[in-house]
């Protein structure tokens, strides 16, 4: 009979496990789903600190459901807290929220412009990355006026930050858009104080626009400036990256009508050559595409003259942008964005270490050599124009 | 660095922790092994014996009976003796006649309704009374008459003889007539049963698209004579058993020899030998008193009603206990597997037929884990759910006061509450019961915000794929575990529910039925096995039976 007593014991001693109840528990209900942040400059001074003004989108979920039949309330709310911390905003906001905010399904954070300028942006990404909740590859943007204003831009059918995470995944389709920021990648950057590019957005009477590329600095981790759209095009070629049918448009060298070519496969190759402490660059990019339009009069398609025409226009375009967007980072910016202090360390790491700690300076030194090959594939099933 | 190790080997919080860590592995495994020992040892179960008790052979196990008394010569005597133990029964008959020129007394002895009165006229008492040329007064010598009788006289194909009082007195019962002759104390027993019988038809429970169409029946022998028509092979064996001290049901065991392990038939014939219990009923009692563990959920044996699913299982090298009284036919062992086939499987094409097992495989995996995920996810893990279904999912539960462990039982144990009234009820009003609760559950509940939308699509989909078990016993198991893995997520979300799965995995793999792992073939690892598991190769390429049964005759074709 003892070992029964004993087993009893250990019964009740398993039963123990289940005192402990569903302490983690917290229904899907009962949180604040946090879609958007955004971080502004504040107005208000707090002691000698600069202040934070940091806005959640929640989302209404039951105006989520209803967007269908068609109701006028908006299926979000935006809360505005002011602070001179991040972590001391979100507690304010359990002051104002009647639900905890809940970071797991945070779609995008976006930076005004004047804040990412102003204030060192590993301070500001910090709190979120070290949060468990948040995930490593929300989006992050930086908007040229206030992030307050691009949060009540609503979609076609979608709320602003749905809104917002689904353009910056946009760049896929467009050459004039810099390829999504992840928090992770913008965290690796900081830290490695390499130069990097994050994609900008303005607000517009109509809605949310893509507007380029807000440049950080490495060794700052501010950003010190933009590049429009064409220097983004530019330097999405430089970098070789694949984009659906990014559109170049040239000029016909004979008789100066417009010629439009869209890409379909583009590679670039970076080389760095050496020469004692010399460096320079040589940059080679091939594409391949078709001819999507041409003003030329007449434009026959199935003369390999024109074909090579339109090549040398293409070719002749693409310098001239890839040639801006480089003088725009070496010359005014002084900045590398494009990944040729990675290629140095590749090739060269000795060298690399020498001159990693002010790459950006040294690179804006550097004379690059920019070549360009371009095959038109194709033409569509219209040859000649006429006939 | 040392100091360092000794600070924490003097923090009570250190040691308490791994007190708890051992403790409760510990404590899980004391208390099943106590359960288990109590099923087996201590005889808390009804049924099996310890097996010191068991040696004594199944054929002594008497209650109250008279012991085996010997019949004398007299007959008077013997029939008095006769209606002594079975003469109260208004429908136990005693017909007493004088044969032959002789004028000998004799007398037969039946119950009425279970023997064939008119063969029982025309072959034995007709030929007793006229027989002219045997039993005429030149003859005396009465043991020599005897053999005579069964030789020349009585025309019936089944003929024994018995001695003892208690015996003659199970064959009557048993609904054979008993012949007693004057001056003998031998008894002819006559095999002239006639039972009133089901006709075959098709098996209720388990439905082919593509396959025979009969099924078992109640009677015992009506069972085999499906099987013998199907197995023509003089390997074939039946053995036959009586189980029950009250009841003495027939049970036939079945095997094919020569192909069969017969290490598995002692086994099973040890087990079934053990069985002392006053009735028999059904085979299912049999399956319980011979399964290796009784705490287990899921069921150790098979039942089938198909004759050719006991068919393939023989060849398969499997034993067959069939039941007097049940069509369902027993089939050990059992592997977790096999209770996921349907014979459909190999008379279909192989690749439909592996479809629908991958089909059938993750229609068990959704009744067992949708709930509980829906739970854990709700509760717990919001963010493994895309953005957008989490905000219509959190619409939907918008009003809804409970949370979702209390939602998703009201649901679960509505579905079970539906279920078992429309199994128990006439088929009309069970049609009835389904449209009402189809209504309550999908629209009612919905509506008056007491479950979530989603919720009722859960239960809908956990409905459906628990009915596509093959096997019923299968299905009940999950239907057990579905609920403590709700419980489990609700309480642990997502890691309570791999913490259960693993539970789960370890007792499966460590189940075992008559010497078979329930898991085999994927632990122990038999990769030939494969061929024949989730996926189901061609005929051509399936050469070798089952390794797992370690059969003596491996190949197939």
């Given at each position: 009979?003892?070992?029964?007593?004993?087993?009893?014991?250990?019964?009740?001693?398993?039963?123990?496990?289940?005192?402990?109840?569903?302490?983690?528990?917290?229904?899907?209900?009962?949180?604040?789903?946090?879609?958007?942040?955004?971080?502004?400059?504040?107005?208000?001074?707090?002691?000698?600190?600069?202040?934070?003004?940091?806005?959640?989108?929640?989302?209404?979920?039951?105006?989520?459901?209803?967007?269908?039949?068609?109701?006028?309330?908006?299926?979000?709310?935006?809360?505005?807290?002011?602070?001179?911390?991040?972590?001391?905003?979100?507690?304010?906001?359990?002051?104002?929220?009647?639900?905890?905010?809940?970071?797991?399904?945070?779609?995008?954070?976006?930076?005004?412009?004047?804040?990412?300028?102003?204030i060192d942006l590993k301070r500001i990404t910090n709190f979120v990355l070290r949060n468990t909740d948040t995930r490593r590859s929300i989006r992050v943007v930086i908007d040229e006026g206030n992030a307050k204003d691009i949060?009540?831009?609503?979609?076609?059918?979608?709320?602003?930050?749905?809104?917002?995470?689904?353009?910056?995944?946009?760049?896929?389709?467009?050459?004039?858009?810099?390829?999504?920021?992840?928090?992770?990648?913008?965290?690796?950057?900081?830290?490695?104080?390499?130069?990097?590019?994050?994609?900008?957005?303005?607000?517009?009477?109509?809605?949310?626009?893509?507007?380029?590329?807000?440049?950080?600095?490495?060794?700052?981790?501010?950003?010190?400036?933009?590049?429009?759209?064409?220097?983004?095009?530019?330097?999405?070629?430089?970098?070789?990256?694949?984009?659906?049918?990014?559109?170049?448009?040239?000029?016909?060298?004979?008789?100066?009508?417009?010629?439009?070519?869209?890409?379909?496969?583009?590679?670039?190759?970076?080389?760095?050559?050496?020469?004692?402490?010399?460096?320079?660059?040589?940059?080679?990019?091939?594409?391949?595409?078709?001819?999507?339009?041409?003003?030329?009069?007449?434009?026959?398609?199935?003369?390999?003259?024109?074909?090579?025409?339109?090549?040398?226009?293409?070719?002749?375009?693409?310098?001239?942008?890839?040639?801006?967007?480089?003088?725009?980072?070496?010359?005014?910016?002084?900045?590398?964005?494009?990944?040729?202090?990675?290629?140095?360390?590749?090739?060269?790491?000795?060298?690399?270490?020498?001159?990693?700690?002010?790459?950006?300076?040294?690179?804006?030194?550097?004379?690059?050599?920019?070549?360009?090959?371009?095959?038109?594939?194709?033409?569509?099933?219209?040859?000649?124009?006429?006939? | 660095?040392?100091?360092?190790?000794?600070?924490?080997?003097?923090?009570?919080?250190?040691?308490?922790?791994?007190?708890?860590?051992?403790?409760?592995?510990?404590?899980?495994?004391?208390?099943?092994?106590?359960?288990?020992?109590?099923?087996?040892?201590?005889?808390?179960?009804?049924?099996?014996?310890?097996?010191?008790?068991?040696?004594?052979?199944?054929?002594?196990?008497?209650?109250?009976?008279?012991?085996?008394?010997?019949?004398?010569?007299?007959?008077?005597?013997?029939?008095?003796?006769?209606?002594?133990?079975?003469?109260?029964?208004?429908?136990?008959?005693?017909?007493?006649?004088?044969?032959?020129?002789?004028?000998?007394?004799?007398?037969?002895?039946?119950?009425?309704?279970?023997?064939?009165?008119?063969?029982?006229?025309?072959?034995?008492?007709?030929?007793?009374?006229?027989?002219?040329?045997?039993?005429?007064?030149?003859?005396?010598?009465?043991?020599?008459?005897?053999?005579?009788?069964?030789?020349?006289?009585?025309?019936?194909?089944?003929?024994?003889?018995?001695?003892?009082?208690?015996?003659?007195?199970?064959?009557?019962?048993?609904?054979?007539?008993?012949?007693?002759?004057?001056?003998?104390?031998?008894?002819?027993?006559?095999?002239?049963?006639?039972?009133?019988?089901?006709?075959?038809?098709?098996?209720?429970?388990?439905?082919?698209?593509?396959?025979?169409?009969?099924?078992?029946?109640?009677?015992?022998?009506?069972?085999?004579?499906?099987?013998?028509?199907?197995?023509?092979?003089?390997?074939?064996?039946?053995?036959?058993?009586?189980?029950?001290?009250?009841?003495?049901?027939?049970?036939?065991?079945?095997?094919?020899?020569?192909?069969?392990?017969?290490?598995?038939?002692?086994?099973?014939?040890?087990?079934?030998?053990?069985?002392?219990?006053?009735?028999?009923?059904?085979?299912?009692?049999?399956?319980?008193?011979?399964?290796?563990?009784?705490?287990?959920?899921?069921?150790?044996?098979?039942?089938?009603?198909?004759?050719?699913?006991?068919?393939?299982?023989?060849?398969?090298?499997?034993?067959?206990?069939?039941?007097?009284?049940?069509?369902?036919?027993?089939?050990?062992?059992?592997?977790?597997?096999?209770?996921?086939?349907?014979?459909?499987?190999?008379?279909?094409?192989?690749?439909?037929?592996?479809?629908?097992?991958?089909?059938?495989?993750?229609?068990?995996?959704?009744?067992?884990?949708?709930?509980?995920?829906?739970?854990?996810?709700?509760?717990?893990?919001?963010?493994?759910?895309?953005?957008?279904?989490?905000?219509?999912?959190?619409?939907?539960?918008?009003?809804?006061?409970?949370?979702?462990?209390?939602?998703?039982?009201?649901?679960?144990?509505?579905?079970?509450?539906?279920?078992?009234?429309?199994?128990?009820?006439?088929?009309?009003?069970?049609?009835?019961?389904?449209?009402?609760?189809?209504?309550?559950?999908?629209?009612?509940?919905?509506?008056?915000?007491?479950?979530?939308?989603?919720?009722?699509?859960?239960?809908?989909?956990?409905?459906?794929?628990?009915?596509?078990?093959?096997?019923?016993?299968?299905?009940?198991?999950?239907?057990?575990?579905?609920?403590?893995?709700?419980?489990?997520?609700?309480?642990?979300?997502?890691?309570?529910?791999?913490?259960?799965?693993?539970?789960?995995?370890?007792?499966?793999?460590?189940?075992?039925?008559?010497?078979?792992?329930?898991?085999?073939?994927?632990?122990?690892?038999?990769?030939?096995?494969?061929?024949?598991?989730?996926?189901?190769?061609?005929?051509?390429?399936?050469?070798?039976?089952?390794?797992?049964?370690?059969?003596?005759?491996?190949?197939?074709?």
């Amino acid at each position: 009979m003892r070992t029964d007593k004993t087993l009893y014991i250990y019964t009740l001693l398993l039963l123990l496990v289940f005192l402990t109840g569903c302490w983690d528990r917290k229904e899907i209900e009962e949180v604040g789903i946090v879609l958007g942040i955004g971080l502004d400059q504040s107005d208000e001074k707090e002691s000698n600190h600069q202040s934070i003004s940091m806005l959640h989108q929640f989302a209404v979920p039951k105006q989520f459901a209803a967007s269908d039949t068609g109701t006028s309330q908006k299926d979000y709310i935006n809360l505005v807290s002011e602070g001179d911390t991040v972590l001391k905003n979100i507690r304010e906001m359990s002051t104002r929220a009647d639900r905890p905010p809940s970071y797991e399904h945070l779609r995008i954070i976006v930076i005004s412009q004047a804040l990412a300028r102003d204030i060192d942006l590993k301070r500001i990404t910090n709190f979120v990355l070290r949060n468990t909740d948040t995930r490593r590859s929300i989006r992050v943007v930086i908007d040229e006026g206030n992030a307050k204003d691009i949060f009540e831009k609503r979609g076609i059918s979608t709320n602003p930050a749905l809104l917002l995470r689904a353009l910056s995944d946009n760049y896929k389709t467009s050459l004039t858009m810099p390829s999504e920021s992840k928090l992770g990648d913008i965290s690796e950057k900081l830290t490695g104080k390499t130069s990097f590019i994050v994609p900008g957005v303005e607000t517009t009477d109509a809605g949310v626009k893509s507007a380029g590329g807000a440049v950080i600095k490495g060794s700052l981790a501010k950003m010190i400036g933009w590049l429009d759209e064409e220097e983004v095009a530019g330097l999405n070629i430089l970098k070789g990256e694949k984009r659906q049918n990014g559109i170049v448009k040239g000029t016909d060298p004979k008789s100066g009508e417009a010629i439009v070519y869209e890409i379909r496969t583009i590679k670039s190759k970076i080389k760095p050559k050496f020469k004692g402490n010399h460096i320079s660059f040589e940059v080679k990019i091939h594409t391949v595409g078709k001819l999507r339009e041409d003003w030329v009069d007449p434009g026959n398609a199935f003369k390999s003259e024109l074909i090579k025409r339109a090549e040398q226009a293409t070719e002749a375009s693409i310098r001239e942008s890839v040639g801006k967007t480089l003088s725009k980072m070496q010359k005014s910016l002084k900045v590398d964005v494009a990944g040729f202090g990675t290629k140095v360390r590749i090739e060269n790491p000795r060298i690399w270490n020498k001159l990693k700690e002010d790459w950006d300076e040294e690179f804006s030194e550097m004379p690059v050599e920019v070549k360009v090959n371009v095959k038109i594939q194709e033409f569509g099933t219209k040859g000649a124009k006429n006939g | 660095m040392l100091y360092k190790v000794m600070a924490y080997l003097i923090k009570p919080d250190i040691w308490l922790g791994a007190f708890f860590s051992f403790a409760f592995p510990f404590g899980v495994s004391r208390v099943f092994h106590w359960l288990e020992r109590g099923s087996r040892g201590n005889s808390r179960w009804l049924g099996i014996n310890p097996k010191e008790k068991a040696q004594k052979s199944f054929i002594k196990q008497e209650i109250s009976q008279p012991s085996s008394i010997p019949f004398t010569a007299e007959l008077n005597h013997n029939l008095q003796a006769m209606k002594e133990i079975i003469g109260h029964n208004s429908d136990v008959l005693f017909r007493q006649f004088k044969a032959g020129p002789l004028k000998w007394n004799a007398a037969v002895v039946y119950v009425d309704g279970l023997v064939d009165k008119m063969a029982l006229v025309e072959q034995v008492i007709k030929p007793l009374m006229q027989d002219q040329g045997i039993l005429n007064p030149q003859n005396i010598n009465v043991n020599a008459l005897n053999n005579s009788i069964m030789d020349s006289v009585v025309c019936c194909a089944e003929v024994k003889e018995v001695l003892s009082l208690d015996d003659c007195v199970h064959e009557v019962l048993s609904g054979n007539a008993a012949l007693f002759m004057e001056g003998t104390a031998n008894v002819f027993i006559l095999g002239l049963t006639e039972g009133k019988e089901r006709a075959i038809e098709e098996p209720l429970t388990e439905a082919v698209v593509r396959g025979p169409r009969d099924g078992f029946v109640e009677n015992l022998r009506s069972s085999t004579v499906l099987l013998r028509r199907r197995i023509k092979d003089p390997g074939f064996t039946i053995i036959n058993y009586t189980v029950g001290r009250r009841s003495r049901t027939n049970l036939s065991l079945m095997y094919i020899r020569g192909l069969t392990n017969p290490e598995l038939v002692k086994e099973v014939q040890e087990r079934v030998e053990r069985i002392d219990i006053d009735v028999i009923l059904e085979s299912g009692e049999i399956e319980q008193l011979i399964e290796d563990n009784v705490l287990s959920p899921f069921p150790q044996a098979q039942n089938t009603e198909r004759p050719d699913r006991v068919v393939s299982a023989l060849m398969q090298g499997r034993v067959v206990l069939m039941t007097d009284g049940t069509p369902f036919a027993l089939i050990v062992p059992v592997t977790f597997n096999i209770l996921m086939t349907s014979p459909e499987d190999y008379y279909e094409r192989w690749l439909p037929a592996s479809l629908i097992r991958i089909l059938r495989t993750g229609a068990a995996f959704i009744a067992l884990f949708l709930p509980a995920l829906y739970i854990a996810l709700i509760s717990y893990n919001h963010g493994l759910i895309p953005a957008k279904l989490v905000i219509s999912i959190a619409a939907g539960r918008e009003g809804v006061p409970f949370p979702s462990i209390i939602e998703a039982l009201i649901m679960e144990v509505t579905l079970e509450l539906l279920r078992e009234a429309g199994l128990r009820l006439p088929k009309p009003i069970g049609q009835a019961v389904g449209i009402v609760g189809g209504l309550v559950i999908g629209q009612a509940a919905v509506q008056a915000a007491i479950v979530s939308p989603i919720m009722v699509i859960v239960v809908a989909l956990t409905a459906i794929s628990s009915f596509a078990f093959p096997q019923y016993g299968a299905g009940i198991a999950v239907r057990i575990l579905r609920f403590a893995m709700m419980i489990s997520a609700a309480v642990l979300g997502l890691y309570g529910i791999i913490l259960f799965y693993i539970l789960i995995t370890v007792h499966l793999v460590k189940l075992k039925s008559f010497g078979v792992y329930y898991m085999s073939p994927f632990t122990p690892l038999l990769p030939k096995d494969w061929k024949d598991s989730f996926i189901r190769l061609p005929t051509r390429i399936l050469k070798r039976r089952p390794e797992m049964n370690k059969a003596q005759d491996r190949t197939r074709q």
